[in-house]
């Protein structure tokens, strides 16, 4: 570690300005490249089949008149994957995942794959595999899943977690355990207890751009892809990993990403199009459809949670419980267990007992969305708080302040908290003017908390100074919210130049060390704590540069400004030196200016926020119009506000559209019914009010700058505070998401 | 110096939820670690965090544990 990390206070001159994107004017005139806009001499095209069924035995795949079909020139089935997995079950899964193997898992599952000529063709090719399937059991629902007489998804999972160590095979993969001190205990003490069960339905990303690459990969090993991603580094090593290369054989460019928020953290199709680049040694470009999109990629968790919380009449929480049961598709994964250690994290309790299970079905393998797993334990949480506080007659702000963990709490999933946020956010919530706004007839309001790790990781930088005094700075970590803009900020305020004079480029995987995805809302944070390093190694080469052309030791040259300096009344009469100045001489004192860091940039923070909105609900149609929305968050120091507060924006937008309308809808026969735009309707800008924002910059202590994360907390509180609204609004209390208008109309109904 | 642990760690401990090791980095603890609890290993490998003093590492082993620190070892996260 060459430079402290740790929080200066430092002054700024740059870092907190609202300068213009510097990717603006090409995507708004189209000239951005994404997945699909990357062309090659002679390229295929690549399409997938998928499995109709929920869950059948694949008995035989044959490609013969496929093959037969002028202008196929390669076809990939389960068997052109030899497993170079080395036993590792994770990796194995994704690549079962990517191409199914003697099963199909669930509706929209790889069976083959075409490489041809033009899309016709391959499209023709599709329909001439004759695939004879074996349809099976399944289950697509998680509280069914859990069942002893449910389809087993997997006869290999024994749940983990369990003591004795299960023998017999069960959908649910683990069961993780959290808190401290005695619930029993805690629960006698208290005056009142609410205990609740709650649903959320799976919903997709939602990302505009559809997965998308272009690959090559010739007879030596040697290949390159073309993706979008939110990591291409991460790319590349698993589709090595996956495809029995080496990794410095195979070069990823990240495109420009059109959307990811956790959903392009992993491989889906990529090696699909890297092995069918190998079989016909031609470019394949494979574009995945929107029913693809939805059927085939990584959308999050449906879930069923029971959340038992006790206070007494003075309002202190006495004890919480909770037990999260979440669907991760055909797949093991953590989501469950992220369920259980986020679910009471914004409290300070004394009993506390969280148990997740992560649950497999039929459906597609889940990935992360945005603060994984926090949404929905949340939605739970949050809900049985406000009634809490209507029992005890208590304001349901007022009531969480109480309650808030602070320095010095044990956190309900282990550590005790350093410095943390969310007391802050609650008081900036409680005066805020939306709070005193009165509400209309048919009108309610919510507030909730929400609450996400964050995390930083591998990273790698490099910055060039060119001979005119422009700098070049190339990252790794994918620009996926506007970090290329802030990390420019951080450059030019370490630098002492213009915002304009620096440029940010994504290296390819060929360019930088490896950097880590962005995920965790861990670009600016990570890249910018490494653009800081890197800087000042550029500053120390200039300082050099200086001391040698006025002839005096280095210690005696300081950088200020954007210019070296000589200190010292013997230095009077030399004059400074500019970047501009030291950069036009740099061929002839000793060649290029540049600086480079690697990190490993932990120590990025936990994060809070807290959310105030507005519902009107009619009561004849069950249809909710969110009037007013604001979004209060601790961003530590927000580097550009422009671009924290659009992520604040997006988290909430996104909440909304989970809260109100979206849902993967199941039929019968497990395959999904509603795969496209029209069916799962995502909120458009006609759907939302201007999102209000308030940034508390509450110094991280563990960044030079005191940088948190950003991106994902925002999407926490949404369900709940929607919930907590919609309830108030129409005197039902509301516990199924999507809260669409039939689940509103059914609830008033049967309260009545 | 304890190490914490919780969730699905806590099974490859035996069930023990605090388990004394020695080091001066978070590297040092868990290298202790594995020599008394031999399974931990695999979950090492699929990855883990340790919080120290509240603070979250999921990488840094060459991080120094200052004297009296609460140290717990979390499962590593995803994020989106």
Known sequence: MPYETDYTNQKFSVIGNRVNRPDGVDKVTGRARYGADASAAGQLVGKILRSPHAHAL????????????????????????????????????????????????????????????????????????????????????????????????????RTAGIEPAPTTASNISQRNEFGHGDIDVGFAEADVIIEKTFKTEQTHQGYIEPHACLATLGPDGSGELWVTT????????????????????LKVTSSEIGGGFGGK???????????????????????????????????????????????????????ASAELRYQSGAFP??????????????????????????????????????????????????????????????????????????????????????????????EAVKNHPHMKK????????????????NFGGQTCTDLNIGIDGSVNLTVGTVDVGGSRASLALIAAEELGVDYDQVRVTIGDTSSLGHNDTTEGSRGTFSSGMATIFAARNAIDVMKQRAADTWGIPVEQVVWEEGVARAKGRQNSNLPPLSLKEIAAKSPRTGGPIAGHNEVVADGAGVSFASHICDVEVDPETGSTRVIRYTVVQDAGKAIHPDYVEGQFQGGAAQGIGWALNEEYIYGEDGTLQNAGFLDYR????????????????????????GVRGVGETSIVPPLAAIGNAVSNAVGVR??????????????????Q | MHIRLSGILCQATGGASTVEVSGATIGDILTSLVQKHPAIQEHLDDGVAVAVNGEIYRDRRDQVIPEGSEVFLLPRIEGG
């Open chain 1, 58 to 157: 694949i008995k035989k795949i044959d490609t013969s008149k496929a093959e037969k079909l002028p202008g196929v020139k390669a076809i990939v089935t389960g068997d052109d994957f030899p497993d170079f997995t080395g036993g590792n079950r994770s990796l194995m899964d994704t690549l079962e995942n990517c191409m199914a193997r003697g099963r199909a898992l669930y509706d929209g599952h790889a069976v083959a794959a075409v490489a041809a000529v033009d899309a016709q063709t391959a499209n023709e090719a599709l329909k001439l595999i004759k695939v004879t399937y074996k349809k099976l059991p399944h289950v697509t629902d998680v509280d069914e899943a859990m069942k002893p007489s449910a389809p087993v998804v997997h006869d290999w999972i």
């Open chain 1, 230 to 249: 939110q990591g291409h580094f991460t790319f590349r090593n698993m589709c090595a990993s996956l495809l029995g290369l080496d990794v410095a054989k």
């Open chain 1, 265 to 319: 953290t992993h491989v889906w199709m990529e090696p699909v199009a890297l092995q069918l680049a190998r079989k016909s040694n031609r470019p394949v470009k494979l574009v995945m459809t929107r029913e693809e999109v939805f059927k085939a990629t990584g959308p999050t968790s449906s879930t069923s949670v029971d959340v038992k919380i006790g206070a007494k009449k003075n309002g202190r929480i006495t004890a």
């Open chain 1, 333 to 426: 994964g953590m989501w469950g267990m992220l369920g259980a250690m986020t679910s009471f994290a914004c409290y300070d309790l004394k009993h506390v007992k969280s148990v997740g299970y992560d649950v497999l079905c039929n459906r597609p393998k889940v990935a992360a969305y945005r603060a994984p797993s926090a949404p929905m334990a949340a939605f739970g949480v949050e809900s049985v708080i406000d009634l809490l506080a209507a029992e005890l007659k208590m304001d349901p702000v007022e009531f969480r302040i109480k309650n808030a963990a602070k320095k010095g709490t044990r956190a309900s999933y282990g550590p005790i908290y350093g410095p943390i946020g969310i007391g802050p956010t609650l």
């Open chain 1, 438 to 453: 009165r509400l209309g007839k048919n009108q309610g309001r919510g507030v909730a908390c929400g609450f996400w790790f």
């Open chain 1, 682 to 705: 995502i909120p458009v800008c006609s759907d939302l009010p201007f999102i209000d924002t308030e940034i508390l910059e509450i110094p991280n202590p563990n960044h030079p700058y």
């Open chain 1, 734 to 751: 509301m516990t199924h998401v999507p809260m669409s208008p039939p689940r509103i109309l059914k609830a008033i109904e049967d309260a």
